[in-house]
């Protein structure tokens, strides 16, 4: 079955500065890439997805990046704001969803 | 997601007893699946169902047990065979013409 791998487990920049999270996936058939946030005891909100004919796709701050060949994708965050800290998913999906370990983000005013 | 609802949202058990977790959405969604997650992890699929009167196990099957008796219902069942079940749980859904999941707002359940 589909592994995602999600690194790094946590990640703590600086309001303003660009942070990256990285996963990868071992299911060449995956096609589908969401991220989600998760706040402390909420449910995860989709902040972004990517599907496998797409390389690249932006919504304001937030860009998601795949390469199907090598079998990674990433979720960057550009211009940091305090809000943004949260646990971070990605996951990999074809028929049903398999999820990374989480990163937690937190940035500092 | 504000369609997806959970209940109970706390929920102690005491060891040996079975216990059941509502999941209702009246997104008129296709699949639906439950998620297990402990501290400081990620998502675990304990079990989904993509139609009515059908489901597939997950990765940690063992311990649930689920139904699908009507479209937007998928109880989840933590019955006494499931050794460490104190943690957290989430109901999720999707159209049958969407990938994208929708979360309930999960039931945290605790062993006493």
């Known amino acids: 079955g589909e592994n995602v791998e999600q690194h790094p487990s946590t990640l703590s920049v600086q309001e303003g500065d660009s942070a990256v999270i990285k996963c990868t996936y071992s299911?060449?058939?995956?096609?589908?890439f969401p991220w989600y946030k998760q706040e402390l005891g909420k449910r995860p909100q989709l902040i972004i997805d990517i599907r496998s004919n797409v390389g690249e796709k932006k919504d304001q701050r937030i860009a998601v990046t795949l390469n199907k060949t090598a079998k990674h994708f990433s979720l960057h965050i550009t211009e940091t704001q305090p809000e943004d800290s949260a646990v971070y998913f990605c996951?990999?999906?074809?028929?049903?969803?398999?999820f990374g370990a989480g990163t937690r983000l937190t940035v500092k005013p | 997601d504000g369609g997806i609802t959970q209940s109970p949202k706390y929920l102690f058990r005491k060891e040996g007893q079975n216990v059941t977790l509502s999941c209702e959405q009246n997104?008129?969604?296709?699949?639906m699946y439950w998620y297990r997650q402990d501290p400081g992890q990620g998502l675990r699929l304990i079990y989904y169902?993509?139609?009515?009167?059908?489901?597939q196990k997950g990765d940690i099957a063992e311990g649930y047990s689920v139904s699908r008796e009507k479209k937007e219902s998928f109880p989840l069942t933590v019955t006494s065979a499931q050794k460490n079940p104190t943690a957290f749980y989430l109901c999720?859904?999707?159209?049958?013409?969407?990938?994208?999941?929708?979360f309930g707002p999960g039931t945290r359940l605790t062993v006493l």
């Open positions: 169902s993509q139609i009515v009167n059908d489901f």
């Open positions: 999720a859904s999707t159209a049958t013409t969407s990938d994208t999941q929708y």
């Open positions: 299911d060449s058939a995956s096609n589908y």
């Open positions: 997104l008129n969604h296709d699949a």
């Open positions: 996951a990999a999906s074809k028929n049903d969803m398999r």
